[in-house]
């Protein structure tokens, strides 16, 4: 079993800043790569940003590009979002997403938060 527990969501004025966590615990052999998603009422789930674990190499959405910054703590195979600047169009909730292997034998599989909300108020 694995599990996946975010934490730092809140509600915060346009401009301001908050940083989630995702801290992964459980049968982890091997991480791919983690990210973070959102999804605003009424809207499809959208990729944020994500990283490479082994490369620290970063993936960001235009629309978050110069404002957030993802991190990881391999150590602690925990996942961070420096979120800055923030606006309302932010508003939604995050999900934390891991691409790990259980096993050396298993196949990679998507693990997924339970999410945490963020609200911008104008």
């Known amino acids: 079993q694995v599990q996946l527990v975010e934490s730092g969501g809140g509600l915060v004025q346009a401009g301001g800043s908050l940083t989630l966590s995702c801290a992964a615990s459980?049968?982890?052999?091997?991480?791919?790569?983690m990210g973070w998603y959102r999804q605003a009422p009424g809207k499809q789930r959208e990729l944020v940003a994500n990283?490479?674990?082994?490369?620290?190499?970063?993936n960001y959405a235009d629309s978050v590009k110069g404002r957030f910054t993802i991190s990881r703590d391999s150590t602690k195979n925990t996942l961070y979002l420096q979120m800055n600047g923030l606006k309302p169009e932010d508003t939604a909730v995050y999900y934390c997403?891991?691409?790990?292997?259980?096993?050396?034998?298993?196949?990679?599989?998507?693990?997924w938060g339970q999410g945490t909300q963020v609200t911008v108020s104008s």
């Open positions: 997403n891991i691409n790990l292997r259980t096993t050396y034998f298993s196949s990679w599989s998507d693990y």
């Open positions: 459980g049968s982890i052999f091997n991480i791919n790569t």
């Open positions: 990283i490479a674990r082994s490369s620290g190499s970063t």
